[in-house]
């Protein structure tokens, strides 16, 4: 049988076997082949599947095409204090909001808190960015495409200014004419500069008016008028409808208490007042030091014009609704009313219930007396006038925010400044 088996071996049928064992093997391989094939199919088709999901893939990004009805407004420093607050109203009222922030000041936090609030992909998106980047900002203004600006990154300390010039001529005169020179290439119709009442410098005449010569005096509001100027001479030539708005100071918080002014803890010494009363309640700093009790004020001391950030946003969107081509509007955004800082000092006492220490020093050099606005013009073109003029109301939301926020919005990421 074995013999036989092994003769059968040499013989036909043995031959035919292996004939058999070949188309065996060939089948193997057939199969192996084709299982092959499918796999790779199968891995294609999931390639696909994944790649069309990413937004990138299937159509292009919502960001890239103007939409009938859609206004694409393009957030320059909108992780920053008001620039949050800015994007939070856009797209309450159904804009479409590219931020753009290289969290040099800003927060990520608050961006996070905007994406919470609105998490449909086509309204919102963030891009982590320096504005001082030439080849970065061509790419964003490339591949977005926006109706209109608002401008707001920039430092935006004047004692850091009086140490650090270039960084402030950089940062703001700089920075912007690159963000204008991207507009103009790319047809962006409309920008909305966020500028400052430290452009007039230390005027002899209140209340402030558009018309008061613009004569800064120290490199943050050299720095803004220099923007200004830059803007205003592009626009004699240019189509764009510009909106330039000088904010006095600015405070508060969203009433809601999503959105507040959250600066580094190495910032703070040259923040603002609201900012070192908060710290001086929560016992962070041990108190107020509060720089000249002789100025010719009616308690001796400083005079200036508190505007709640919800009023400033609002000016923002009358500004934009408002927006000629080949127009420059020029505003004060401010209450028209001065308070000064015993009267802040107290309605910050009463707003936080703690019984805040303050000092009283020396005039701090380079400080003036008054500084406070004449809105008239804003509210006779834009229809807009401030609504919280409630000193210690707007302390009370800012400071509700502070209390629950003492580490600011948490995490920080940082490029660059
Ligand atoms: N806060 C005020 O009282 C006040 C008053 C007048 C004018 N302003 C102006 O308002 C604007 C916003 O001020 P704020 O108080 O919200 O300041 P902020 O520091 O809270 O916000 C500024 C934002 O700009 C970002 N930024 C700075 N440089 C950048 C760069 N090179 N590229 C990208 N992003 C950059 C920062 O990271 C930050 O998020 C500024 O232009 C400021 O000059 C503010």
């Not at 069309?52 to 204090?81: C, D, E, I, M, W």
């Not at 120290?218 to 510009?242: L, Q």
């Not at 834009?382 to 509700?400: K, M, P």
């Amino acid at each position: 049988m074995l013999n036989y088996s092994r003769n059968r071996a040499h013989s036909k049928p043995n031959r035919s076997f292996s004939l058999e064992a070949m188309d065996l093997a060939d089948s193997r391989r057939k199969s192996n082949v084709t299982g092959k094939v499918l796999m790779a199919i199968s891995l294609i088709t999931l390639c696909i599947i994944i790649l069309k999901r990413s937004p990138n893939f299937s159509s292009p990004s919502p960001f890239s095409h103007r939409q009938p009805g859609v206004t694409h407004v393009l957030v320059t420093g909108g992780a920053g204090y008001i620039g949050s607050h800015a994007a939070l109203r856009l797209l309450k009222d159904s804009h479409r909001v590219t931020i753009v922030d290289n969290l040099s000041r800003g927060n990520l936090g608050a961006v996070k808190v905007l994406q919470q609030l609105f998490p449909d992909p086509a309204q919102l998106q963030f891009i982590y960015a320096d504005l001082g980047d030439a080849k970065a900002v061509n790419k964003i203004f490339s591949e977005n495409e926006f109706d209109a600006v608002m401008h707001f990154a920039a430092v935006a300390y004047v004692g850091e200014s009086t140490m650090d010039p270039l960084r402030y001529y950089h940062n703001i005169t700089s920075n912007t004419l690159m963000v204008l020179k991207a507009m103009a290439a790319h047809g962006v119709k409309t920008l909305i500069y966020s500028s400052t009442c430290a452009t007039y410098g230390e005027p002899k005449k209140m209340p402030i008016t558009e018309g008061t010569p613009q004569v800064p005096i120290n490199p943050y509001g050299k720095a803004k008028k220099m923007a200004e100027d830059m803007i205003i001479d592009f626009s004699k030539n240019s189509d764009m409808a510009v909106m330039v708005l000088r904010y006095f100071n600015v405070i508060g918080s969203d009433p809601e208490g999503r959105l507040g002014e959250a600066p580094r803890p190495e910032l703070r010494e040259h923040g603002r007042i609201s900012g070192a009363c908060f710290d001086a309640a929560l016992g962070i700093i041990p108190g107020l030091k509060v720089k000249g009790t002789d100025y010719k004020t009616a308690d001796g001391t400083c005079v200036r014009d508190y505007i709640d950030v919800t009023d400033l946003v609002d000016a923002h969107v009358k500004a934009l609704a408002h927006a000629k081509p080949k127009k420059v509007g020029i505003y004060n955004v401010g209450t028209g009313k001065g308070r000064s800082v015993k009267e802040f000092v107290e309605a910050c006492k009463k707003a936080t219930g703690v019984d805040i220490k303050v000092e009283y020093l020396d005039r701090r050099p380079g400080d003036y007396a008054e500084v406070y606005s004449d809105p008239s013009k804003i509210l006779r073109e834009l229809n807009w006038t401030a609504q919280y003029t409630n000193l210690q109301e707007s302390l009370q939301t800012a400071w509700r925010w502070q209390k629950s926020h003492r580490n600011g919005y948490g995490t920080r990421m940082s490029l660059h400044s």
